[in-house]
């Protein structure tokens, strides 16, 4: 099956440093979320995004969906601890008859040191 | 309190010993689904169900079984666990079509010797 490219796949930074990572696929998509999984935990949704060239934070985070449809970007501005964990990218293609299922990206792995 | 339960949260196992990988949400949702991920591969589903007795193949299919016999509830089986079978499963459910908004259990780690 079709999965998402995501870059870097690890990042290891300074903690008060903001964070860049994208997401890229071969197909369009018109819904792109972002999952955060906490070390132990199940991944826990972010943001979601709807609409090409969309916008959206969440307190710290801010999530782009691409022009193109094909990819996604998140950024965190002054990471801290807490932010350590592994960051999914999904993409999701809905028809008017038919939503296809959730693909997920490759994961970025990130570390963040006092 | 909003949550999907998964148990065990480890499971060490030998090859061929059937095992069952228990899940059951309790917010009424419709959607229910299986991932594995594996280093390097994220997140690639198993199988998932849309409904009550409605059950279809993710990408990832071979050597699993599931059954939605009730809506809460959504059970992984693995009927004869192979080495290349272990892994970290997530179970999630969502009350949106085909998942988009999903709620994932906290994982159960499985080592088939």
């Known amino acids: 099956g079709q999965q998402l490219n995501q870059s870097p796949q690890s990042m290891f930074i300074q903690e008060g440093e903001d964070v860049s990572m994208n997401c890229t696929s071969s197909?369009?998509?018109?819904?792109w979320l972002w999952y955060k999984q906490d070390p132990g935990e199940g991944p826990v949704l972010l943001i979601a995004l709807y609409k090409a060239g969309e916008l959206t934070s969440n307190g710290r985070l801010t999530a782009q969906f691409g022009i193109t449809r094909k990819d996604s970007f998140l950024n965190i501005s002054a990471s801290i601890p807490s932010d350590v964990g592994i960051y999914f990218c999904?993409?999701?293609?809905?028809?008017?008859?038919?939503?296809?299922?959730?693909?997920f990206g490759t994961g970025t792995r990130l570390q963040v040191f006092p | 309190e909003a949550q999907v339960t998964q148990n065990p949260r480890y499971l060490i196992t030998v090859t061929g010993k059937k095992l069952t990988v228990t899940c059951s949400q309790n917010m009424n949702h419709e959607y229910m689904s299986w991932y594995r991920q594996d280093p390097g591969l994220g997140l690639r589903q198993i199988y998932y169900s849309m409904n009550v007795e409605v059950t279809d193949k993710g990408d990832v299919p071979e050597g699993y079984k599931v059954s939605r016999k009730e809506k809460r509830n959504f059970p992984l089986i693995l009927e004869s666990p192979s080495p290349n079978q272990t892994s970290l499963y997530f179970c999630?459910?969502?009350?949106?079509?085909?998942?988009?908004?999903?709620?994932f259990g906290s994982g159960t780690q499985l080592s088939v010797l």
């Open positions: 999904a993409g999701q293609r809905r028809f008017i008859l038919f939503t296809d299922k959730l693909i």
């Open positions: 197909s369009i998509f018109n819904t």
């Open positions: 999630a459910s969502s009350h949106r079509v085909k998942g988009e908004k999903l709620f």
